[in-house]
């Protein structure tokens, strides 16, 4: 039996449960995630969209789609980001914060060219994402 975690937005109207193990963990340093989340850097957790059911308050949210890389999704009491889907990946991001009992084990740094705050951590640094998500896969230097 897998574990679940769960979260909420800033109010707690909207309530998210995430199930087994993410695809991914890290931090992604592209200009549109360090906008939405108004910090120099987003920590992200990544799921199969299977694994990823909103428990409470689906009519509450919101969406906003910049691209077709993402749709953002936030709650429309509070303001309180939930989780982008990034359908061309395959992919849900449950922002980490969001998940207090999840481990956050970041594995790598994503869109490292547009860094505005450089984290020395040791942690491969992507220039975009990896090549089996669609990225050039190209590392840079910490």
Not at 97 to 116: G, I, N, R
């Amino acid at each position: 039996m897998s574990h679940a975690y769960r979260g909420g937005c800033f109010c707690g109207a909207v309530q998210v449960e995430v199930e087994g193990k993410p695809e991914a963990m890290g931090y992604c340093h592209c200009e549109s995630c360090r906008h939405w989340s108004a910090g120099p850097v987003n920590a992200f957790t990544l799921w199969k969209p299977d694994a990823v059911r909103i428990t409470r308050g689906q009519e509450e949210l919101e969406s906003y789609q910049k691209t077709s890389a993402s749709r953002r999704r936030w709650c429309r009491r509070c303001g309180g980001h939930v989780l982008t889907e990034h359908p061309g990946m395959g992919l849900v991001d449950v922002y980490a914060a969001l998940l207090p009992d999840l481990t956050f084990e970041p594995a790598l740094h994503v869109h490292y060219q547009e860094s505005v705050l450089r984290i020395p951590d040791g942690l491969p640094k992507m220039k975009d994402v990896p090549a089996e998500l669609g990225g050039s896969g190209e590392t840079l230097e910490e």
